[in-house]
């Protein structure tokens, strides 16, 4: 069902537990934001359009007083730009259990960093990103709230540190203005164009991604993601997985004595 003038003047309007306006136009199979919100004249504060079938952020008519939008277990996979100049007072954007999975997706939402204080992205495959978390809180220095954490200063001086490195910056750079960006894009000695899948076993892929969460600087994540995009394994990450390997041979041999 489209949003039409109709479906806005039958839906519910009240003022909600935070004393703001609300429209709720929950649960009505809508498939995509339409220029007919323009018919609220800008009267609410919030707006709830969860449980539909929106798949992208975009013609949001100017609605300078909307400070909450829910989009709830959508199916929102694309953010384009237009939002900061459409939503210019939108606080607290929900966007829990939608289809975000890249972190380029993310990067229309820096346009709302002058007045966004909370998001939502829990649910989204773009969680499972290495350095997510820090990305957007670089991305937007002003939040202070993410997926229901408050974001802390350690946080920001991290994302800080990790992309703001002259490394960091290309990568942030290449990530906000490729909106084809794929992992090993603009990293020297990979090639994104060739195919994505790797020889490395699941096991490696894992211990690939565990060290990407103990990283410290954009040389050592840009050297791991190569290795998922080449399917080599860097030569300490080679020798971890050789320990590893050699301490459980080690306690086989050992149950083994135990048990003869």
Do not use: W
């Not at 519910?12 to 537990?17: C, G, H, K, Q, S």
């Not at 820090?134 to 954490?149: A, E, K, Q, S, W």
Request: with cysteine.
């Amino acid at each position: 069902m489209r949003i039409t003038p109709e479906l806005i003047f039958r839906s519910p309007a009240f003022v909600n537990a935070l004393k703001l306006r609300e429209l709720d136009l929950r649960a009505n199979k809508i498939p995509a934001i339409d220029e007919n919100l323009g018919v609220t004249e800008d009267r609410y504060e919030a707006l709830d359009l969860s449980d539909n079938h929106i798949t992208r952020l975009e013609n949001f008519p100017l609605l300078s007083r909307l400070q909450l939008l829910m989009l709830c277990n959508n199916r929102v996979a694309r953010i384009l730009p237009g939002l900061g100049v459409a939503l210019p007072s939108l606080e607290t954007l929900i966007l829990t259990n939608n289809a975000l999975a890249r972190l380029e997706d993310l990067t229309a939402l820096r346009e709302l960093d002058g007045s966004l204080r909370q998001l939502s992205l829990l649910g989204n495959p773009v969680q499972q990103r290495p350095h997510y978390r820090l990305f957007v809180i670089y991305m937007l220095p002003r939040l202070r709230v993410l997926d229901f954490n408050k974001v802390h200063y350690t946080e920001r001086r991290k994302a800080r540190e990790l992309f703001g490195s002259e490394e960091g910056k290309e990568l942030a750079n290449t990530i906000e203005a490729q909106g084809t960006f794929e992992i090993g894009e603009g990293i020297p000695g990979s090639s994104a164009a060739a195919t994505k899948k790797t020889d490395l076993t699941d096991e490696e892929v894992q211990l690939v991604k565990a060290a990407m969460e103990k990283a410290t600087t954009m040389e050592e994540v840009q050297k791991l993601e190569n290795a998922l995009v080449t399917g080599i394994l860097p030569p300490l990450l080679v020798q971890s997985e050789a320990k590893t390997a050699e301490t459980e041979s080690g306690k086989m041999d050992e149950t083994a004595e135990e048990d003869e």
